[in-house]
């Protein structure tokens, strides 16, 4: 669409300019100044420059988060994606069964984090869950609070259990934008059904796929809630991810200015990503109209 | 499937055979259609045997859960339920929680409305990195702010209070309103804002009267996720709350940790928290999909 050239828009913007700008900007200068302060406490602090970021950067501990992040989130999109494409696929492309799948799939998604992380607490427990009695009965040694083992296992079922609805529900709306007479064309031709998936399904789900990798591999990189009320972040450090790793430092040890440093080098690394989901987004969305999914 | 696919046309290629290749593939997809389904039933017992397992729990006694694992309540009894609609210490996080997140929706799709429009209809200096700032407020990790957030709302007083929370959610939800906004308002052709004027029509007049209703599911669909989002958040909420305004999902934290663990409850608790979100959901299952990719696709 055609814009006009209309600087007086900036008055619409300026109501949302103010309120992000509150509660965002002005905490995100909390956290500079705090980076490049020390303080013997009393609220007595001085400078320290850029010490903090060079502890951080060369800490072992920071690495440690930052690579089980990274590995959590691969593992992650490894099933979710296969997954969701998968059940995207099989569901009915319409009739009754539609939206009670849809209504069913999307069930997890809104519910609280951290009950999720409670269902998953309980329904992996040996002694009063499901899962855990049924494993524990098939005569597996299973313990999510001592095993590392286990505790990654729990922690990555149970995130694939919250989030692969929503790989489904993107791919299933950029499916059902396919236009009917792509797979007559494929019929006459006599596609498999393989290269109906790899020249037609695909190429159309391209972007939606792309949005819904980018969608999982941000909202896993800052995952902190789930994780936290089912293991903690233990057994040891094992599943401490970054932003768990954070609220330790921050909170728990009091270490402000390390803390700060490393919120920082964090919030780098996922501003870079999203200049890259920004690009997909925004380019993307030029060459063809949008519509509501699912109609 | 695919070699069921490739094997089962021995006829193929040739377009003398088309009609009959058409008939063949459509009988053989209503054969495939019973196999096919299995894969969405069993993602979606997947998906509701842990919910399930909870309801379940909701509905014994402690007892009963610690001492034998079974698969439905021998002796339902609604005592948890019961706990929590007759303690105010429980029953007032769910107040609180509904307070913040619709004074969080009511906000952000306020303030999002009027920059929604101007995203989609004008350019003007800096929109780009503006739409883009926004986007890094959605994608903002809420362990960054955490204390930066108790510190400020510490300054204003503002610590325990419905409004604090539902400042601090604006953080990711107002970024998120304007992004689905924009989406379903670039939707609507510009002529209709055009003929508008020229039929002379003030721009609030035209903005209430004739825009709005026009993206009226988009409204929905924002203030929806909006409410979602708002609703799931723990860690900015329980952060800036101590009793007065505390949300139901840190009350059960706080159960969790407690000695003497009262599953029947927490499971209650969870269960509840389930409720809200399992009721919207069925207003805006078309636009699920659209409002988790921001408004595009």
């Keep these: ?71 959590f989130s691969a593992i992650i999109l490894a099933i979710e994606v296969p997954l969701g494409i998968l059940v995207a696929l099989a569901m009915p492309k319409k009739g009754i069964w539609v939206p009670v799948c849809l209504v069913l799939m999307a069930l997890p998604l809104l519910i609280p984090w951290n009950v999720v992380g409670t269902i998953w607490q309980v329904f992996a427990r040996t002694d009063i869950g499901l899962l855990g009695y049924s494993v524990d009965a098939l005569g597996i040694d299973y313990n ?14 149970m995130d694939v259990w919250h989030w692969t609805s929503l790989v489904v529900l993107l791919c299933y709306a950029g499916l059902v934008s396919i236009p009917d007479a792509y797979y007559q064309a494929a019929k006459i031709d006599g596609a498999s059904r393989w290269a109906v998936f790899r020249y037609i399904q695909l190429p159309k789900m391209g972007r939606v796929l792309l949005i819904a990798v980018l969608l999982r591999f941000m909202d896993s990189f800052m995952i902190y809630t789930e994780p936290f009320v089912v293991t903690g972040g233990g057994p040891g450090n094992s599943t401490t991810f970054l932003s768990i790793d954070l609220v330790k430092l921050a909170i728990g040890q009091f270490n402000i200015g390390e803390a700060a440093a490393m919120s920082l080098i964090y919030f780098l690394i996922i501003l870079a990503l999203s200049w890259i989901f920004y690009t997909v987004m925004t380019n993307a969305g030029n060459d063809k109209p949008m519509t509501g999914g699912g109609e | 499937m695919s070699d069921h696919a490739t094997t089962a046309h021995p006829s193929l290629p040739g ?13 053989m997809k209503t054969g495939h259609f019973r196999w096919k389904a299995l894969i969405p039933i069993v993602y979606i017992l997947f998906l509701l045997l842990p919910i399930y397992w909870l309801v379940n729990m909701s509905f014994k006694t402690n007892q009963e859960i610690l001492g034998a694992l079974t698969l439905w309540p021998t002796n339902p009894t609604l005592h948890n339920y019961r706990v929590i609609f007759t303690d105010p210490s429980w029953y007032m996080g769910y107040v609180n929680s509904i307070i913040y997140v619709v004074m969080n929706m009511v906000i952000s799709v306020a303030v999002a409305l009027p920059a929604a429009y101007a995203f989609s209809r004008y350019r003007f200096l800096g929109d780009k990195h503006l739409f883009f700032w926004l986007l890094t407020n959605r994608m903002a990790p809420p362990a960054v702010f955490a204390l930066p957030f108790f510190q400020l709302y510490s300054a204003f007083g503002l610590i325990d209070t419905h409004i604090a929370v539902a400042l601090a959610h604006c953080l990711f939800n107002v970024p998120l309103a304007v992004w689905i906004l924009e989406g379903f308002m670039s939707g609507v052709p510009k002529e209709i804002d055009e003929t508008a004027y020229i039929d002379g029509y003030s721009f609030p007049k035209f903005f209430f009267k004739i825009f709005t209703p026009l993206i009226a599911s988009g409204i929905g669909v924002a203030a929806f996720f909006c409410f979602m989002f708002s609703w799931v958040e723990l860690l900015i909420a329980r952060t800036l709350t101590v009793t007065d305004a505390k949300p139901i999902s840190a009350i059960m934290t706080r159960t969790v940790s407690a000695s003497g663990m009262d599953w029947g409850v927490l499971a209650a608790a969870g269960a509840l928290t389930i409720i809200p979100g399992a009721i919207v959901i069925w207003f805006v299952r078309n636009y699920i999909a659209k409002g988790f990719a921001l408004g595009r696709v």
């Design chain 1, 144 to 157: 999510y609070v001592r095993n590392t083992f286990d505790a990654w296992v729990t922690v990555v079922v």
């Design chain 1, 1 to 71: 669409m055609e814009k006009t050239w209309n600087n007086k828009a900036w008055f619409f913007v300026l109501p949302v300019l103010l309120l992000v700008a509150f509660s965002a900007v002005i905490p995100l200068m909390t956290v500079v100044n705090y980076s490049v302060q020390d303080s013997f406490g009393n609220n007595q602090f001085f400078w320290y420059g850029a010490d903090w970021f060079r502890e951080v950067l060369t800490s072992e501990r920071f690495h440690d988060a930052l690579i089980r992040n990274l590995l």
């Design chain 2, 15 to 27: 377009a003398a055979h088309s009609e009959t290749a058409i008939a063949a593939r459509s009988r």
